[in-house]
C-alpha cells in the first residue's frame, strides 16, 4: 500500500512538474511576441552615424520607424528583410540622380550610389578613349542633380580625298551644323598626296595638321619640318659662265659641300634658310639634296644643277614655288 501510494505521488508530481514547464514556455513567447523589445543599432548615413532604439524586428521596419522610403537603386545593407540584433550597425547610401551626356546627342539618365564620376562611368560600361575629355574631372564627387559630359576625341590620318569625302558626308547628315569646318590644303601638282592628322569633336572635324606628304608615282612619304612657299627657282651649271672654273680646274663640279655635283640632286641654297646637306622636295621636281651655295642665291631662292650652262641659262627665272623641308636624310618608301 505504501508503494502504490508513493508511486501516485510521484506520478501526480511529474505531471503537475510537466505543466508547470509548458505555462512558462508559453508566457515566455508570449512575451517575446507581445511585450515589445528595444534594440540599439547604428545607422550609418552619408551625413554621419546616428545611434537608435528601435522596436522594429528587422532592417525594412527600422526604415519604417524613421520615415525613410527607399528605392531599388539605394545601397543598404544588411538587406531590408535582415532580422535586427542588438548592436547592429545599418548602412545606407542614397542613390542620386545624374545625367550622362555622351558625344553629340546621347544623354543617359541614372541614380547611382558610386562615390566618384570614374566609378560610375565604369558602372555604366563607358569606355573613354585616350583623347576623350570628362567634366567635371574623373576623381570628382558624385552629387545630387549632376550633369556629365563626354566628348568624345579622336585623330585620324586622312588624305586630302578623304577629307573632303568626310566633309561631304557630314554636311550631307547635318546640313545645318555650325562646326567650322577646317580648310584643305591641296598640293599645287598632282604628283604629291598630303596626309593630314585630324582631329574630331564628337565626330566633326575641327582641325587638322599636316603630318605626311606622299610621292604619289613613287608612294614614297615624308614628314616635311617645313613648307616654303612662293620660292623662285633659277638653275645654273659646272661651267666657266655660272663658276668660273674649267672642266680642267681641280675645284671643277665641286659644291660647297664638297661632294660632286649631280643632275636631279645637286641644289644650291641660302644656308640661312636652307640648311646645307638637307633633303628638300621641289614641287614639279622632285626630291633634291641641298649642297650648294651661290653669291645670288638668297633667301627663298633655289639654283637647281643643270648638267650644263646653256640649259642652266634656258631655264630662266621661274617663281611661286611650294619647297618641303625634309631633313639630313633622303626619304625612303
Not at 641654297?269 to 614639279?284: A, Q, R, S, T
Amino acid at each position: 500500500m505504501v508503494h502504490l501510494e508513493l508511486n501516485k505521488f510521484k506520478g501526480l508530481w511529474l505531471k503537475k512538474s510537466t505543466c508547470a514547464l509548458v505555462v512558462v514556455g508559453m508566457v515566455t513567447i508570449m512575451l517575446y511576441f507581445v511585450i515589445p523589445r528595444e534594440y540599439q543599432v547604428t545607422l550609418v548615413t552619408e551625413d554621419g552615424r546616428k545611434e537608435i532604439s528601435t522596436e522594429g524586428r528587422t532592417v525594412g521596419e527600422v526604415f519604417n520607424e524613421l520615415g525613410i522610403e527607399p528605392i531599388a537603386e539605394d545601397y543598404i545593407f544588411p538587406t531590408l528583410d535582415q532580422k535586427l540584433k542588438d548592436g547592429m550597425t545599418i548602412q545606407y547610401l542614397r542613390a542620386k540622380s545624374v545625367t550622362l551626356f555622351v558625344g553629340a546627342d546621347e544623354v543617359i539618365q541614372v541614380k547611382t550610389t558610386e562615390p566618384t564620376v570614374q566609378a560610375l562611368l565604369h558602372s555604366q560600361k563607358l569606355t573613354l578613349g585616350s583623347m576623350d575629355q570628362v567634366d567635371p574631372t574623373l576623381d570628382n564627387p558624385i552629387s545630387e542633380a549632376m550633369s556629365i559630359s563626354i566628348t568624345r576625341v579622336h585623330q585620324e590620318l586622312l588624305s586630302s580625298e578623304q577629307m573632303e569625302q568626310k566633309r561631304k558626308t557630314i554636311r550631307t547628315a547635318a546640313v545645318s551644323s555650325v562646326v567650322a569646318q577646317p580648310e584643305i590644303e591641296q598640293p599645287a601638282s598632282g604628283d604629291l598626296q598630303h596626309w593630314y592628322e585630324v582631329t574630331f569633336v564628337n565626330d566633326e572635324p575641327v582641325s587638322h595638321i599636316l603630318k605626311e606628304v606622299e610621292i604619289v608615282q613613287s608612294g614614297v612619304r615624308f614628314e616635311p619640318r617645313q613648307i616654303l612657299e612662293n620660292v623662285e627657282l633659277t638653275a645654273y651649271g659646272a661651267g666657266v659662265e655660272h663658276t668660273g672654273k674649267t672642266p680642267e680646274d681641280p675645284g671643277y663640279g665641286i659644291t660647297a659641300t664638297g661632294r660632286k655635283v649631280k643632275e636631279n640632286q645637286t641644289i644650291a641654297v641660302d644656308p640661312k634658310v636652307i640648311p646645307l646637306g638637307w633633303w628638300v622636295y621641289i614641287e614639279g621636281y622632285g626630291l633634291r639634296r641641298a649642297e650648294d651655295t651661290g653669291s645670288a642665291v638668297k633667301g627663298k631662292r633655289i639654283d637647281l644643277y643643270l648638267p650644263s650652262d646653256e640649259a642652266a641659262n634656258g631655264f630662266g627665272l621661274k617663281k611661286g614655288y611650294t619647297v618641303y623641308l625634309i631633313g639630313p636624310e633622303k626619304p625612303n618608301s
